[in-house]
């Protein structure tokens, strides 16, 4: 498990918890995830990088990942940070930024499977929240007991699915069900999905890698959110689930409770 953060103390009226485990098959957890607030409390920054695996140094191109968002991150605190625009504008640069890092790094060491990870990340401020991601790593919202996916996945399963050339369940045990089109560093040029939402008190939202969704499906994930007393406990029980679902990926998942 890594995680990055000058200050993990959400604000006094969020919860926020995450939870990453290597899973019950692979030895590294190329996972990455980090949670943090401004100094001011004015809005506060979440993500989870999951390395793409079966490439080289899977758990190096999260980490690079979530610190390059980082460090935009701090650059960006006092530069209109109300902003749900020029929030955007900070999601989208960032994860632009460390894609060249990561595909310069693959192109100076010519790495023969280049190394790369999807990203899912966050910025929760007055009554918005700003979501970007890129490859299979989604985001949750529980609204009024419903669940609803604020991300689509990058992957050619998902392009099958939108085409109707397979259906749910055929997903589910197709060869290439782990072959995603959209990610952080193999490739020179990417485009991350970004938008807008608006919060209510009471949301509950989900940050997670594949390694969750791949065993739990979502209305299990709805009433563990449901249920939940605190984030922490719905980050243990999510990935719990997991685990006893088969644990076959790393799993990681980051709660944020309003």
Not at 64 to 83: F, G, I, P, Q, Y
Not at 125 to 141: K, P, T
Not at 215 to 241: F, G, W
Request: glycine share 6%; proline share 4%.
């Amino acid at each position: 498990m890594k995680y990055l953060s000058d200050k993990i103390d959400p604000p006094k009226d969020v919860d926020i918890a995450a939870e990453s485990h290597p899973g019950l098959v692979r030895e590294c957890n190329e996972d990455s995830f980090v949670y943090c607030r401004d100094p001011d409390e004015v809005n506060y920054f979440v993500a989870v990088a999951d390395g793409i695996g079966g490439h080289d140094s899977g758990d190096v191109a999260s980490l690079l990942c979530m610190r390059e968002m980082l460090v935009h991150w701090k650059r960006s605190l006092h530069t209109d940070a109300k902003n749900p625009r020029k929030i955007r504008s900070f999601l989208d640069k960032s994860i632009k930024d460390a894609n060249e890092k990561i595909y310069n790094l693959n192109s100076v060491f010519n790495i023969e499977h280049p190394m790369g990870t999807t990203v899912v990340a966050g910025v929760f401020l007055d009554g918005h929240v700003v979501i970007s991601h890129a490859g299979d790593s989604r985001c949750y919202r529980l609204r009024n007991g419903e669940i609803e996916r604020l991300t689509n996945d990058h992957s050619y399963i998902a392009e099958l699915l939108k085409a109707k050339v397979i259906d749910p369940e055929e997903a589910k045990y197709h060869p290439f069900a782990h072959v995603i089109s959209r990610s952080v560093g193999p490739i020179e040029s990417l485009e991350p999905e970004t938008n807008i939402f608006d919060t209510k008190p009471r949301d509950r939202y989900l940050f997670c890698s594949d390694g969750l969704t791949t065993h739990v499906e979502d209305m299990e994930i709805e009433s563990i959110l449901y249920d939940a007393v605190t984030a922490q406990s719905a980050a243990k029980e999510l990935a719990r689930s997991a685990l006893m679902g088969g644990g076959e990926d790393n799993i990681t998942v980051l709660c944020v409770f309003l």
